[in-house]
């Protein structure tokens, strides 16, 4: 396929990287050029806006940090729907709410572009490896039409129902993580009120039935501060935001009371 590219942070760049490896066209757009600096000498191409990136591609990935970068990229005055044919597909792997998603597709239908939901989890690893999990709401013609090319990066590609569906899974997992890590962190709390010591407790709650990666994340780290401080941090206070936003009251919401914990210590360390 012919296959533009939009945001190569952490994930996105292995990403594009195994669908060039892949043998698909590959058109990128950066604002930074530091970011093509993997590129130099490949088959990849780079676009000098991401109108011209639409005017030679079948479908787009655009891994960007939120909505508001996807809307820019999409609908902006130099925007991809400027010039994509109808029926480009428009992957869409930021994790943003399902309101949003849902939003930016009827957008994009307007001017003829099929929007997938697609947000991704595993990170870089699995991304370099082509395991990455790939959650996909959306049209079934449309997901068929990047099958392959989804294959090129994941290894499990889940379609959840309409757009919206895989953008709400993908809160959800994200959710459940930080709070995972604030259970973590309040159970190495509980070891030191009695007197258990704190290396040989993170031992045992690594290696036995309670480990989890969320838990692991937090074990590793030393503290709930230290992940905090980490660049994961403000992914995921906006990701348990959006949650909050979407479950409100609804039965499940309980689950943001308890990531919460890792969100104030997000924002204790961004004030300090």
């Known amino acids: ?84 044919r109808p029926g480009t597909v428009v992957l869409v ?13 009827v957008r994009a239908g307007e001017a003829g572009l099929r929007v997938l939901d697609a947000p991704v989890s595993g990170g870089a690893p699995r991304a370099l490896a082509g395991e990455l999990t790939v959650m996909i709401g959306g049209d079934a013609g449309a997901l068929a039409d990047v099958t392959e090319l989804l294959a090129a990066f994941s290894n499990h590609v889940v379609h959840l129902g309409a757009v919206g569906t895989a953008s709400a899974a993908k809160l959800i997992n994200n959710t459940l993580l930080a709070a995972q890590i604030a259970l973590a962190d309040q159970a190495m709390v509980a070891g030191s009120s009695l007197g258990v010591d704190p290396e040989g407790l993170a031992s045992v709650l690594l290696t036995s039935s309670s480990s989890c990666v969320g838990s692991g994340v937090r074990l590793r780290a030393g503290s709930l501060a230290a992940v905090a401080g980490t660049p994961a941090g403000p992914t995921l206070a906006k990701d348990v935001v959006l949650t909050a936003e979407i479950l409100a009251t609804a039965p499940g919401h309980e689950i943001v009371d308890v990531a919460q914990r890792l969100v104030t210590a997000i924002g204790s360390v961004g004030k300090s």
């Open 1 to 84: 396929m012919k296959v533009g590219f939009i945001g190569l942070g952490s994930m996105g760049l292995p990403m594009a990287q195994r669908i060039l490896s892949a043998g698909h066209e590959l058109a990128l757009y950066a604002r930074r050029e530091a970011t093509l600096a993997p590129f130099a000498g490949t088959e990849a191409t780079v676009a000098s806006t991401p109108a011209a990136l639409g005017a030679q591609i079948d479908a787009v990935g655009v891994c960007v940090f939120d909505a508001a970068g996807v809307e820019e990229v999409l609908f902006g005055a130099d925007g991809i729907a400027t010039t994509a």
């Open 93 to 105: 792997h930021s994790t943003v709410s399902p309101l949003q998603i849902r939003a930016i597709a």
